[in-house]
């Protein structure tokens, strides 16, 4: 079946860093993306790895794959009180004749001063 | 480039109304994605477009229905409104079928409250 997992909540220190992990079970996803969503807003991409990579790096993000585990992780470097949000992870799946996401629940990270 | 744009953001209707949703794509993006946000589900595929042609459909009732024009705009129905489609509905566009690589943007999305 079709499931991605995150834990709920994360609460750091501004200028930590921030890691956060989700599992997914479709080994056939090809794209694994993480979004942002701030309060009362959108989903914001923030970056995204092709199942073939093992690391993407861009600026402060760190995007970890572990294709034999089926985990995806998004690392914040320095992490600033404007990233707090909700994190979701996401995998693209083919479907029918087209595709879809498939997200986890979120996880939303606090920054503390 | 201008982003996904959707309209109304925000709702309030009433049980057993009817509500139509519109959403603009990024220009050059055919495809259109609907979905549905809601505290207890989270975020559920509701269906895609792509030249105007319903190439994918989540599990959701018939009274959610869709449509696509030649200029890749869409429009989302949900007809006999319940208390549980209050929601939070996001569009997202891109170039080619999500799922075959093309990365999809979402837009602000549309706050419908059913009293």
């Known amino acids: 079946g079709e499931d991605v997992e995150q834990s709920l909540f994360l609460s750091v220190r501004e200028g930590d860093s921030s890691v956060i992990n989700c599992t997914y079970t479709d080994s056939s996803s090809t794209y694994l993306y993480w979004y942002k969503q701030e309060p009362g807003a959108g989903l914001q991409l923030l970056t995204y790895?092709?199942?073939?990579?093992d690391m993407k790096q861009d600026q402060r993000l760190t995007v970890l794959l572990n294709k034999k585990d089926k985990h995806l992780s998004l690392r914040i470097a320095d992490t600033q009180t404007g990233d707090s949000a909700i994190y979701f992870c996401a995998e693209s799946t083919l479907y029918n004749q087209g595709g879809k996401l498939i997200f986890g629940q979120g996880t939303e990270l606090s920054v503390k001063p | 480039k201008a982003g996904v744009t959707q309209t109304p953001r925000y709702l309030i209707k009433t049980r057993g109304q009817q509500v139509t949703l519109s959403c603009s794509p990024i220009?050059?993006?055919?495809?259109v994605s609907w979905y549905q946000q809601t505290p207890g589900q989270g975020l559920q595929f509701l269906f895609e477009y792509f030249s105007e042609t319903q190439r994918n459909k989540g599990n959701f009732p018939g009274r959610f229905s869709g449509r696509q024009f030649s200029n890749s705009r869409s429009e989302m129905n949900v007809s006999t409104l319940e208390l549980g489609d209050s929601a939070l509905y996001l569009c997202?566009?891109?170039?080619?079928?999500?799922?075959?690589?093309?990365?999809?943007?979402f837009g602000p999305g549309t706050r419908l409250t059913v009293l």
């Open positions: 790895i092709f199942s073939n990579m």
């Open positions: 997202a566009s891109s170039q080619g079928l999500a799922g075959a690589g093309d990365t999809q943007y």
């Open positions: 220009s050059g993006h055919r495809s």
